[in-house]
T-cell receptor, first 115, second 114 residues
Framework: KAGVTQTPRYLIKTRGQQVTLSCSPI?????VSWYQQTPGQGLQFLFE???????NKGNFPGRFSGRQFSNSRSEMNVSTLELGDSALYLC??????????????FGPGTRLTVT | SQELEQSPQSLIVQEGKNLTINCTSS?????LYWYKQKYGEGLIFLMM?????EEKSHEKITAKLDEKKQQSSLHITASQPSHAGIYLC??????????????FGQGTILTVHP
């Protein structure tokens, strides 16, 4: 099976712009979670989608949003970019129909640099 | 909110040596995950532990979950340069309502000298 794929792998944007990142989960996985990783804060949970519904959300401002499509692919959007949004954005997929613990598999990440 | 503390923060060992990384939670653990990360890359799934006393092994890596102590340990036997990287523990602190949310430790940087 192919793993989790994320596009693009690298992105450079300017403050004030917006960006959309894409994540394709492992075939058959319906849950997609997004995380932000920075040297200072480590890995932080952004949100999780299952069957096109957001089921959980972390403590991030409303500039961070996401969605999931019927084929389970997910996108996250960051509007009005700030320098502090520079980070590695990771998505993870799992089968997880319920909230119970399921194995989560991560993609290679998208490195976003805001200048 | 749940917090995970990993120790040590960094570890330098000679090839062939055994080592242990610990992960301690501030709250009850419903699921404990171990991942490995190469700098700037994605996380590689190693193991998930769910039950107190559970122990899993994959190749030369063994992880145990001590539910009462709210901690897990990752043990590498006869380390190799390929084991080098950042080891992260992640926890599901909400059981049936976690919905994909994992809380992660700060990571342990492992260097293995040939």
């Amino acid at each position: 099976k192919a793993g989790v794929t994320q596009t693009p792998r690298y992105l450079i944007k300017t403050r004030g712009q917006q960006v959309t990142l894409s994540c394709s989960p492992i075939s058959g996985h319906r849950s997609v979670s997004w995380y932000q990783q920075t040297p200072g804060q480590g890995l932080q949970f952004l949100f999780e989608y299952f069957s096109e519904t957001q089921r959980n959300k972390g403590n991030f401002p409303g500039r961070f949003s996401g969605r999931q499509f019927s084929n389970s692919r997910s996108e996250m959007n960051v509007s009005t970019l700030e320098l502090g949004d520079s980070a590695l954005y990771l998505c993870a997929s799992s089968t997880g129909p319920s909230g119970l613990s399921y194995e989560q598999y991560f993609g290679p990440g998208t490195r976003l640099t805001v200048t | 909110s749940q917090e995970l503390e990993q120790s040590p923060q960094s570890l330098i060992v000679q090839e062939g040596k055994n080592l242990t990384i610990n992960c301690t939670s501030s709250k009850t653990l419903y699921g404990l995950y171990w991942y490995k990360q190469k700098y700037g890359e994605g996380l590689i799934f190693l193991m998930m532990l769910q039950k107190g006393g559970e122990e899993k092994s994959h190749e030369k890596i063994t992880a145990k979950l001590d539910e009462k102590k709210q901690q897990s340990s990752l043990h590498i036997t006869a380390s190799q340069p390929s084991h080098a990287g950042i080891y992260l523990c992640g926890a599901d602190g909400a059981g049936g309502t976690s919905y994909g949310k994992l809380t992660f430790g700060q990571g342990t940087i492992l260097t293995v000298h040939p």
